[in-house]
């Protein structure tokens, strides 16, 4: 009886595995693995490759023109090719997992793949779930792994050499990702196509992704945006992080990081950030060490993203469907309601970086809500404003809320 139970129920979550991957275009030839662990997938061949970089990535759906573009007709035409191919092979391996640390506010994925070192790989930068929770879900998001290439695969997007060990290519609004290749072994551009496709997904569920980083300091989170040279070049900073990894969350119900770099990768919700500090890098002493913003403020230098004398919108690098001054109004609009504590620090002083343990001190400064009555309006501010409205006249026009300011 309870054999026959068993085999019952096996053959219903197969049928319905079946059934759910069809619905993405591949079909079951023979065998599918769903869920394996690390130690089924090693037993299966799977290896840890050599980590690749620079991998192509193409997106279709990115408004910031940090990448490549693809056409509709192309990853149509990608698409087809790769799910034809997957469809004509023995053995699949099926993962899921989600990207968002809480399931209150997540995107569930689904990976298909030829390859158990793709599987593995990629499963470890996706956070788990139940095994059934991506059945009822309205819109996951799927990863096309395929190990082999070829020439028709490659030629769709173009020629040249550097497609030779594979390349990426995601559709925004299809919520798919096709990786070809090694690319797999690529995590910054597997997280940074993730991090684009699964926006519009958590925005729908009520999320306001931003690209910064969520840290614990004297027990409260802290929301920081800064340059990624800041962060990767302060061992003190990347300790307090809660993932190393840039992206984060906000929603009315709390915090969460896109990836699981630092904690297990068991779900958890943090609570809403008390806190927002926002790194600049300003060599001529026209910003202060620490000061404070008001709403305003904070969304005008997060919009301008000031470093060395060079512009980064919003604080992001990598492909994104939110424009930069929406992302700043909308985050105007979190540190209004929640009337969240916001401070500015330059990362630099007397010309020269601050050192990590230099950095934690003017963190605990902010933090503290002492700060020095200190006020620079001269001609070196002046000049700083002028070069910021330059840029931010070129870039979006005269179409800035007047709430945002210097």
């Known amino acids: 009886m ?48 050599d980590k690749q970089s620079g991998i192509p990535l193409h997106v279709r759906g990115d408004v910031t023109g940090r990448v490549p573009d693809v056409s509709k007709a192309q990853f149509a035409k990608l698409l087809k090719l790769v799910t034809f191919h997957l469809s004509s092979i023995s053995c699949l391996y099926v993962q899921d ?30 956070w788990k779930i139940p095994d059934r929770a991506i059945s009822h879900d309205t819109s996951p ?46 995590s910054a551009t597997v997280k940074d196509a993730l991090t684009a496709v699964t926006a519009p997904i958590l925005s729908a569920r009520g999320g306001l992704p931003v690209p910064g980083w969520l840290l614990c300091f004297g027990g409260s989170i802290v929301l920081l945006f800064a340059p990624v040279e800041i962060i990767m070049s302060c061992s003190e900073i990347q300790n307090a992080l809660l993932s190393i990894d840039c992206g984060a969350v906000i929603s009315s119900k709390g915090s969460t990081v896109l990836f699981p770099t630092k904690a297990k990768r068991e779900p958890k919700l943090f609570t809403k950030p008390t806190t927002v500090i ?41 492909p994104s469907p939110a424009d930069p001054l929406a992302l700043a109004s909308s985050l105007f609009t979190h540190l209004k ?42 001609f070196r501010v002046g000049e700083l404003k002028g070069k910021y409205r330059s840029f931010l006249s070129s870039k979006f026009g005269k179409c800035l809320p007047e709430e945002f300011c210097f």
């Open 278 to 318: 926002i790194v600049s890098s300003d060599s001529t002493g026209a910003i202060a060490s620490v000061s404070k913003l008001s709403p305003g403020q904070a969304a005008y230098h997060f919009l301008v993203g000031y470093h060395d004398g060079k512009f980064i919108p919003a604080y992001s690098r990598g």
């Open 337 to 378: 309601e929640d009337d969240t504590q916001t401070y500015l620090i330059n990362a630099k002083h007397s010309g020269k970086y601050i050192d990590g343990k230099g950095f934690m001190e003017l963190l605990e400064l902010a933090l503290s809500q002492n700060l020095p009555d200190i006020k620079t309006e001269d």
């Open 141 to 186: 998001l799927t990863i096309y792994a395929t190990s082999s290439i070829s020439n028709n695969i490659k030629t769709i997007l173009g020629s040249g050499t550097q497609y030779a060990n594979g390349f990426a290519a995601a559709d925004i609004e299809r919520a798919s990702l096709i990786l070809c290749g090694k690319a797999f072994a690529d």
């Open 97 to 126: 997992g989600a990207i968002c640390s809480s399931g209150e506010c997540d995107a569930k994925v689904r990976i298909i793949s030829d390859n158990p070192s793709a599987v593995m790989l990629l499963s470890n930068i996706l």
């Open 2 to 49: 309870f054999g026959r139970l068993s085999l019952s129920l096996d053959q219903e979550v197969s049928y319905g595995l079946n059934l759910a991957i069809a619905g993405r275009g591949v079909i079951v030839k023979d065998k599918v693995f769903h869920n394996l662990e690390t130690s089924e997938l090693q037993k299966a061949g799977a290896t840890y490759l």
